[in-house]
């Protein structure tokens, strides 16, 4: 079990580093901050001045040299935009992300477990055929559309909930059907699948020959055993809903990481960004970490000697 921690944990911290590799290079594409900091009729030695004073004037290598020594130590350098510590924005907003993400995550359990339950109990019925159309239609509409549709029609046509902002239960609902939506579709699929694997084994059939209830059945013994594929996607798509809000948190105003990195890559406020993408990854690499323990407890079955 720890040697499998171990090689799962190292495993992690190389995704990691290769993720700050990317997000440092990448981010310098989008041009010189100094460009947008200083007035156009700036001198030339000043703008040479506070490019060095910034520490752009160093080759990419060295920059990331230091990126990476500073960020070990948490220092994440201070926002270009804002004038702040960038570790300390992104956390502060961390945890509406969070909020967001869980609210989104409970939305696509609700309809996505029911669903494939019942699409499996009732395989070939109408409720099959419902189920899986519902399921297309999710991975047909991305989330930005859905969120701009809720905001057209429960907002501005009926103003049953407003727009945008964040603060009282009414704004998360519909920033948590856009963002939780798309996983439906693979959740249900996920569900229903693994469910008709279970129901056709010899101890639900043993079950229902001795008379026990067809709802202990489905609901208990049926969906526990179908659960680990579940909870994997489950643990993905919360990962990636932490790391992947940035279009939902921008069209609801919402005050996360994925806007507040938005923001900062169209003034390419490169400590923001850094900050933030590698933040997403650590906790990416943790969600998946612990998924991946968690199947010992669904399922005893399994160990981790190897």
Known sequence: ?????????????????????????????????????????APPAVVEQVRRDMGLAEPLWRQYLIFAGNALTGDFGNSYRWQAPALSLVLDRLPATIYLA???????????????VLSAVYRGSWIDTLGKGFA????????????????????????????????????????????????VAAQTRIVRSAMLDVLDSDYIRMGRAVGASERVLIWKYALRNAAIPLVTILGVYFAAMLGGAFVVETIFAWPGVGRTVVEAVFSRDFPVVQAGVLLTSILFVTSNLLVDLSYGLIDPRIRYDR
């Open 1 to 41: 079990m720890l040697l499998y921690i171990l090689k799962r944990v190292g495993q992690g911290l190389i995704s990691i580093v290769g993720a700050s590799i990317v997000i440092f290079f990448v981010s310098r594409l989008s041009g010189d901050p100094i460009v947008l900091l200083l007035p156009t009729e």
């Open 136 to 183: 297309m239609l999710g991975q047909a509409m991305p989330n930005f559309w859905v969120g701009l549709l809720l905001i057209l029609v429960l907002a501005i046509g009926f103003n049953l909930l407003p727009a945008y902002g964040y603060g009282t239960p009414a704004h998360i609902i519909m920033p948590a059907i856009a963002l939780g939506w798309y996983p």
């Open 102 to 116: 869980l609210a989104a995550l409970l939305f696509s359990i609700l309809l996505s477990v029911p669903f494939g």
